[in-house]
């Protein structure tokens, strides 16, 4: 369930319509030319390690009720990417950390709330705090690279050896 488009001009509240400017199809005001411009939500991800574990939180919100996942989360105004990735750790699984390095920058569909959202990961090495299910949080646990679940053990496939070896 992405976000609704809009179906008003937010400037002078006439009905929008749809037509090709720029050279894509997108929602504009005729009245005074607003241009509605669709942009992914930035959103940051902490591959949180320590001696060779990753840490993970089981999500007690949607999307992914009930999975478990790294910890992550939105980009606010004002706040770097790295602020946010860091934020987020200690928000979602009570620990801090120091950021490694960048791991990769994509695109991702979220059908079930959020709709196009631009991925930043980052590999972080915890620094301190003793894991805490935040607010949003149903579990922390640490997970050894072979208890990954299935589906984040080939997500994090590229990264897997370079923890294990740093352990």
């Known amino acids: 369930m992405a976000p609704r488009p809009y179906s008003f001009c937010p400037e002078c509240a006439a009905p929008l319509s749809e037509g090709l400017i720029e050279g894509r199809v997108r929602r504009h005001c005729p009245s005074c030319g607003f241009i509605r411009y669709e942009n992914p939500l930035p959103v940051v991800v902490a591959i949180a390690v320590s001696e060779g574990r990753f840490l993970l939180i089981k999500r007690g919100i949607a999307p992914k009720k009930g999975y478990w996942g790294c910890p992550s989360g939105f980009v ?62 149903d579990e922390v646990r640490y997970h050894a690279p072979e208890d990954l679940p299935d589906y984040l053990a080939v997500i994090l496939r590229d990264i897997v050896g370079e923890v294990a070896s740093n352990a």
């Open 76 to 137: 606010e105004c004002g706040e770097s990417p790295e602020d946010a990735c860091l934020r987020e750790l200690e928000e979602e699984a009570g620990v801090t950390g120091q950021i490694e390095r960048l791991v990769r920058v994509m695109r991702r569909q979220d059908d079930e709330v959020y709709g196009d959202m631009l991925v930043v990961s980052y590999l972080v090495r915890i620094t301190g705090g003793t894991p805490r299910a935040g607010d949003e949080v």
